[in-house]
């Protein structure tokens, strides 16, 4: 009798547990969240400049005001993770060809993951460096990849650890050691990724419409990444250029309030309800437009085209610009 009824106090100690799992408040969370609910979440910080997070942070002093603020970003958050943004895309073999840029097999995913001491079961926070939309776009580019293999306990932090700095928050340099983790993929969600086919049935009819989430230069064709073949962008496409999509304050870029992205979708032409596909030049920022107007608009019929213009003109697709000397 004292065995059962020691049995089922297991098993609601372990109900009420998962009763009291704290749950993500949205695709974002502030700084001030994310320090009220640090131990009940698992902190990945997304980098491509590894060096910065075992280094101090460089602070200078306003000679007016006499008020600190950030120069350059060093140090992580307590007990956060490293996760070197160059492994979060694959070399993969599509059809006896090696492409790169693209989304990892599930198996290697997982294996990346669980390296960084990520557990199932237990909400993840990604913290970009929050300097410029091209770092934050590191961050939403794993995002978007968890939510691919079905992870929807998953936010970026708002600001990133710039912001998080330039706040005057704690921060340490020592990296420590992880056991590996258990999380895993709970489904492939196919539907958030665009084929190029798609992209070009789309570029033809008009339906879905096509995000370009790259800088004017590039998508008029004045300028290209050596990883695009030819100059412009895909026929029919809107742009959406990075720069618009988040706000400076104090050193760190913000997202905007929902209604601003609202209007940005408009006055360059882009509907917040029709599918649609995101691209880029390797759809690194291409996640940038995907997150936005999926998680932040709410116009889940969005998709990613995964290898972008890398993919599209190395299968000798056709890119239109304006016309160059």
Same mark, same amino acid.
């Given at each position: 009798?004292?065995?059962?009824?020691?049995?089922?106090?297991?098993?609601?100690?372990?109900?009420?547990?998962?009763?009291?799992?704290?749950?993500?408040?949205?695709?974002?969370?502030?700084?001030?969240?994310?320090?009220?609910?640090?131990?009940?979440?698992?902190?990945?910080?997304?980098?491509?400049?590894?060096?910065?997070?075992?280094?101090?942070?460089?602070?200078?002093?306003?000679?007016?005001?006499?008020?600190?603020?950030?120069?350059?970003?060093?140090? #992580?958050?307590?007990?956060?993770?490293?996760?070197?943004?160059?492994?979060?895309?694959?070399?993969?073999?599509?059809?006896?060809?090696?492409?790169?840029?693209?989304?990892?097999?599930?198996?290697?995913?997982?294996?990346?993951?669980?390296?960084?001491?990520?557990?199932?079961?237990?909400?993840?926070?990604?913290?970009?460096?929050?300097?410029?939309?091209?770092?934050?776009?590191?961050?939403?580019?794993?995002?978007?990849?968890?939510?691919?293999?079905?992870?929807?306990?998953?936010?970026?932090?708002?600001?990133?650890?710039?912001?998080?700095?330039?706040?005057?928050?704690?921060?340490?340099?020592?990296?420590?050691?992880?056991?590996?983790?258990?999380?895993? !993929?709970?489904?492939?969600?196919?539907?958030?990724?665009?084929?190029?086919?798609?992209?070009?049935?789309?570029?033809?009819?008009?339906?879905?419409?096509?995000?370009?989430?790259?800088?004017? !230069?590039?998508?008029?064709?004045?300028?290209?990444?050596?990883?695009?073949?030819?100059?412009? #962008?895909?026929?029919?496409?809107?742009?959406?250029?990075?720069?618009?999509?988040?706000?400076?304050?104090?050193?760190?870029?913000?997202?905007?309030?929902?209604?601003?992205?609202? !209007?940005?979708?408009?006055?360059?032409?882009?509907?917040?309800?029709?599918?649609?596909?995101?691209?880029?030049?390797?759809?690194?920022?291409?996640?940038?437009?995907?997150?936005?107007?999926?998680?932040?608009?709410?116009?889940?019929?969005?998709?990613?085209?995964?290898?972008?213009?890398?993919?599209?003109?190395?299968?000798?697709?056709?890119?239109?610009?304006?016309?160059?000397?």
């Amino acid at each position: 009798m004292k065995k059962m009824q020691w049995l089922l106090a297991l098993v609601l100690t372990g109900f009420i547990g998962l009763a009291q799992a704290i749950n993500l408040p949205g695709p974002v969370v502030s700084a001030d969240w994310l320090a009220n609910n640090l131990s009940e979440v698992q902190v990945i910080e997304v980098r491509t400049d590894l060096a910065s997070y075992t280094r101090n942070p460089e602070f200078d002093v306003d000679k007016k005001t006499g008020k600190k603020f950030l120069v350059e970003v060093g140090g #992580h958050i307590a007990n956060s993770s490293l996760l070197d943004f160059k492994k979060v895309r694959a070399e993969r073999t599509i059809d006896g060809k090696k492409y790169k840029f693209l989304i990892p097999e599930k198996a290697d995913f997982e294996k990346l993951i669980q390296s960084l001491g990520i557990n199932s079961e237990k909400p993840i926070v990604l913290v970009p460096i929050g300097q410029d939309m091209s770092d934050i776009d590191e961050a939403l580019r794993t995002y978007w990849t968890f939510k691919v293999y079905g992870e929807d306990q998953v936010a970026v932090l708002d600001g990133g650890v710039a912001g998080w700095l330039g706040e005057g928050r704690d921060f340490v340099t020592a990296n420590n050691a992880k056991a590996a983790g258990n999380w895993s !993929a709970k489904a492939y969600r196919k539907e958030l990724i665009a084929s190029s086919e798609e992209v070009a049935a789309a570029s033809k009819s008009g339906k879905p419409q096509l995000l370009d989430a790259r800088q004017p !230069a590039q998508y008029l064709g004045l300028a290209k990444r050596p990883d695009v073949l030819t100059f412009g #962008h895909i026929a029919g496409s809107k742009e959406l250029a990075p720069e618009l999509l988040a706000k400076p304050s104090n050193g760190a870029l913000y997202f905007w309030q929902k209604n601003t992205y609202d !209007a940005l979708m408009s006055a360059n032409g882009l509907s917040t309800k029709g599918p649609t596909i995101s691209y880029c030049n390797t759809g690194h920022l291409a996640a940038g437009g995907w997150f936005v107007m999926s998680e932040l608009v709410g116009n889940k019929s969005t998709k990613l085209y995964d290898g972008s213009l890398y993919l599209w003109t190395l299968e000798g697709r056709p890119l239109v610009g304006v016309p160059l000397n």
